[in-house]
């Protein structure tokens, strides 16, 4: 008579431990965490929601709606370098807000606006100056974008130039015909006085920020990595959902382990995919965009708050769903709800004051793009977002809590 074949050891059960000899809680944990992991990396559908996706929306979204960053692209036709255009170029140049590109043709411009490279020109035609100074009228050409906010501002400075070249020529006709000086004489010094009378002394103080030029994908970075840890944490509930429905967690439970090891493994597991998605998008950011994200103390404490949050939330969404299916009709909806609530399709700031406090009380994304956005374009460090820290901490510690009750209670049903 044959002795019963042994069953099938678990992989979680190391050759030669037997039942009595059970694993501790953490080390259960960690193998869950491992075997869930290597499945990730099997999962080409998910690779894809994690890896490729963010950054196809970073540059797409990033190209279409840059981050204003103060400064301002113009292109300028140079007609004449000396007399009325050389005060004009001297004016753009020196304008620390604007970032000059010269052209050869007025067409080039207006081409460039179009396709959004620059947001406005000038052409400064030929011999201005001679025309301006026999009595004629001369013509500096301003392409605008009307729907840009830069139009006014350089309206307002070609005025002022022509203003003052015009209190120049004004002063040196009136000194050529009262003492009968030289024209060339009396612009000089009708150019000197006006120069005296309206030159002033500007300094220019910056008040927080990092002192280094900020990337027109900066906000849309920031918000991307909020976005997708969180959705992609309730999405991945799905698997939780088909590790109880089709029997997984089930078999996991017949070798020596405990309910508690398991869910402190799978929560582990959903910490590390999250953190690691947030850590890719913030390196990539840096290295493709030339996002600069401020204080790394900063950025590290919310990712791995926000990690802890997404982990729970997405466990959370695995124990309550019923089916696969369910998880990802209710989790993508509530993710996308959370994040344009919270700040990660435009800055929370420009929203309403009452729209801010809902958001502050619903939802951790407001609190983690807020930090970030403080790091990103106050230059602010650890200090000054432990409020945000403390509060995601909480929202972390609900979760988590929340969603490890829920889960234990599925799997003490089997």
């Not at 059970?22 to 999962?43: E, G, H, K, N, Q």
């Not at 309206?155 to 004004?170: G, S």
């Not at 999405?235 to 405990?258: C, I, Y």
Request: charged residues 15%; glycine residues 10%; contains cysteine.
């Amino acid at each position: 008579m044959t002795a019963p074949a042994a069953p099938p050891q678990s992989p979680l059960v190391r050759p030669g431990q037997g039942v009595s000899d059970s694993p501790s809680t953490w080390t259960i944990a960690a193998s869950v965490a491992a075997i869930d992991l290597r499945r990730l990396v099997r999962d080409r559908v998910a690779l894809f929601f994690m890896v490729v996706l963010p950054f196809v929306l970073i540059f797409a979204l990033g190209v279409a709606f840059p981050t204003d960053t103060g400064v301002v692209g113009v292109g300028v036709v140079v007609g004449e370098e000396t007399g009325i255009g050389g005060e004009l170029l001297a004016a753009v140049g020196g304008a620390d807000t604007l970032d000059v590109t010269f052209y050869d043709t007025p067409q080039e411009i207006v081409r460039d606006i179009q396709l959004g490279r620059i947001e406005a020109g000038i052409v400064i035609p030929p011999n201005l100056t001679e025309v301006v100074e026999s009595g004629g009228t001369g013509e500096v050409r301003l392409e605008l974008d009307p729907a840009n906010q830069a139009s006014a501002m350089l309206r307002n400075m070609l005025d002022a130039v022509v203003e003052n070249q015009a209190l120049v020529l004004t002063a040196a006709r009136f000194a050529e015909d009262r003492t009968g000086a030289e024209k060339q004489e009396a612009l000089a010094v009708a150019e000197a006085q006006v120069r005296s009378l309206t030159r002033g002394q500007v300094e220019s103080i910056t008040v927080g920020g990092s002192g280094t030029p900020i990337s027109g994908f900066a906000f849309t970075a920031l918000a991307q990595v909020i976005l997708f840890m969180f959705i992609n944490s309730l999405a991945g509930g799905s698997s939780l959902v088909e590790m109880r429905v089709f029997g997984v967690a089930d078999r996991a439970l017949t070798a020596p382990v405990t309910v508690a090891g398991l869910t402190v493994g799978i929560t582990l597991s959903r910490f590390l995919i999250a953190l690691m998605q947030g850590l890719l998008i913030a390196v990539v950011a840096a290295v493709a965009f030339d996002v600069d994200w401020g204080s790394p103390a900063v950025l590290l404490s919310v990712l791995t708050l926000f990690a802890l949050v997404s982990a729970g939330a997405g466990v959370l969404m695995g124990a309550l769903a019923r089916t696969p299916d369910q998880a990802v009709a209710f989790g993508i909806p509530i993710a996308l709800a959370m994040a344009a609530l919270g700040g990660c399709f435009f800055p929370l700031s420009v929203a309403p004051a009452a729209m801010q406090l809902v958001a502050r009380v619903l939802t951790p994304q407001a609190w983690a793009t807020s930090a970030l956005t403080a790091s990103v374009f106050d230059g602010v460090g650890l200090g000054s977002v432990l409020v945000n820290l403390a509060v995601l901490a909480g929202f972390a510690a609900l979760y988590l809590s929340f969603g490890a009750v829920m889960l234990s209670r599925r799997l003490q049903r089997r």
